[in-house]
């Protein structure tokens, strides 16, 4: 049951305290989607209540990472630090209403009977002393002696907690600034709020909120969701400290936003038929939050890309290209867009069959935009040590090329638009092979790594045939010089 029979109004609700977590945007995402399914709105909320962390750059950094991801928002943000009016507000109805009273005990002395009572949390030492709400004292929730207070979770079922294992907790510090527990009940209710869609971190906190929701007003109870936490190969709780859980990061590395989408939608729902990668239509239609596993959901990096390079390779070349162009653009500066675009259309279908993020491109590419080139010296090292014949065999190629491109007319340079095509390229290679009584495979790598740099890549003949005939001899001569200095 999601309850749905009135409008549907969901929130985020994100601390601008550090960089978007994943974690963050499985959350965003599970509440779009629930709204979108049901018509209904999604309100963007800032709770910025810590002063000392919060900043309007991690604000900023939500709402890029929102947008990036195309999960729209209705209404907002709205910003808790703006709105201390409405919290302080409803401590004074509570205190007045007997819910709260003032405390004005220091940590030190709660903390010197702690010594005589070994129940864990506030011992409700103020509860009936009569003092009033004033400077150097905070305000506490009154909860009840007795009972219990149940949460229907459409993740969890019912999970019930124990009133008397719940402190009389603090609605707003001695130094008047109200406590985010407070801010968000009085938030949920002004906004009208349906269901709470949040993180599980969040559970036991739940019935402190219900019974402030009762407290404060007869309006209808929320709906609760609790999502499963997001954890690593370790099955350790995702970590700011030990993990990549940037959405900023995963952006900057060439993940496409649709994949990332899609990667956070099924970690901890997946569609009746099983299926995994799926465009947003199919989840639209299909996502329920009553068929969210509650178990914890290994967030795989590794999955992750595997999910972004089936992505890349269903993109068209043109979209493909203009996508991976900002991040060859932010490698090569010098470099104007359209250049770019132009030398990296003839490679656009092979390089995108071989990279599983955009970034990726920058390092297959490289051959082409790096001036001066330089081989990658450790694959350049190993080429010298475990070839005998490197030497032999690019001469030879060189000297085929340079045939097979002046066509004997060695007084005539041929254009730079022209030069020798793949078949004839590889062909000459071939040629090369059998002199030496190699396999082709093996004839490649001392080439490769002339004239590419490495000794993996984007396919040979056709790397060969974009850099052209200029660059592929002038690297070619370079490494036969290099190589013979090395023999000395």
């Known amino acids: ?80 630090s703006q709105r201390k009016d409405l919290y302080l507000a409803a401590a004074e109805k ?121 407290a404060l007003s007869n309006k209808r109870l929320p709906v609760f969701a609790h999502l499963p936490v997001l954890v690593n190969e370790k099955r350790q709780k995702l970590s700011k ?33 099983g299926s995994e990668i799926f465009q947003p239509e199919k989840a639209l239609a299909e996502f329920d939050l009553g068929q969210v596993n509650h178990s914890p959901a290994f967030f795989d990096e590794k999955r992750l890309l595997f999910f972004n390079g089936q992505y890349i390779r269903s993109l068209a070349d043109e979209d493909f290209m203009a996508r991976g162009v900002p991040y060859l653009g932010k490698a090569y500066p010098g470099l104007g867009n359209e250049e770019i675009m132009r030398v990296f259309m003839p490679l656009a279908s092979v390089t995108k069959e071989r990279v599983a993020t955009l970034a990726e491109c920058v390092d297959l590419l490289s051959f082409l935009f790096d001036d001066p080139f330089s081989p990658d010296q450790d694959d350049y090292q190993k080429l010298v040590k475990e ?52 396999k082709l495979a093996k004839a490649q790598a001392p080439i490769r790594v002339s004239v590419l740099g490495k000794r993996a890549g984007l396919p040979l003949f056709e790397a060969l045939e974009v850099l052209g005939p200029k660059k592929v001899m002038a690297r070619l001569e370079n490494a036969l010089a290099d190589l013979a200095k090395n023999a000395k």
């Not at 527990?181 to 349906?194: H, K, S």
């Not at 906190?205 to 402030?212: C, I, R």
């Not at 030497?391 to 030069?419: C, H, M, T, V, W």
Request: charged content about 30%; some cysteine; glycine content about 6%.
């Open 1 to 80: 049951m999601t309850d749905v029979d009135k409008e549907v109004r969901v929130r985020f609700a994100p601390s601008p305290t550090g960089y978007f977590h994943v974690g963050g945007a499985r959350t965003a995402l599970y509440n779009w989607l629930f709204a979108r399914q049901h018509g209904g709105k999604l309100i963007l909320r800032i709770e910025d209540t810590d002063t000392e962390r919060s900043d309007s750059s991690w604000t900023e950094g939500i709402l890029k990472a929102l947008e990036w991801l195309h999960i729209d928002i209705d209404e907002g943000p709205y910003f808790q």
């Open 94 to 214: 509570l205190f007045l209403s007997g819910h709260a009273y003032a405390c004005d005990c220091t940590r030190d002395d709660i903390e010197n009977r702690k010594k005589e009572d070994s129940k864990p949390g506030y011992d409700n030492y103020c509860r009936e002393r009569g003092l009033v709400p004033g400077e150097g004292r905070a305000l506490r929730f009154r909860v009840p002696d007795t009972g219990v207070t149940i949460v229907n979770d459409l993740v969890r079922g019912e999970v019930e907690f124990a009133n008397v294992s719940i402190e009389d907790f603090v609605l707003v510090k001695s130094n008047g600034d109200p406590l985010f527990v407070l801010a968000v009940v009085v938030d949920d209710q002004d906004m009208d709020i349906t269901h709470i869609i949040r993180a599980e971190e969040h559970l036991p906190t739940t019935p402190k909120a219900l019974l402030l929701w009762k």
């Open 241 to 273: 400290r030990r993990d990549r859980v940037a959405v900023e990061d995963y952006r900057e590395m060439g993940i496409l936003p649709e994949a990332m989408f899609n990667y956070l939608t099924v970690l901890g729902w997946a569609p009746k038929d």
């Open 387 to 438: 070839s005998d014949f490197a030497g032999e065999l690019i001469k030879d190629f060189l000297d085929r090329f340079k045939k097979a491109l002046y066509q004997d007319d060695e007084n005539s340079f041929p254009d730079s638009e022209k030069g020798v095509d793949i078949e004839s390229i590889k062909a000459i290679l071939v040629e090369c092979a059998d002199a030496l009584g190699i």
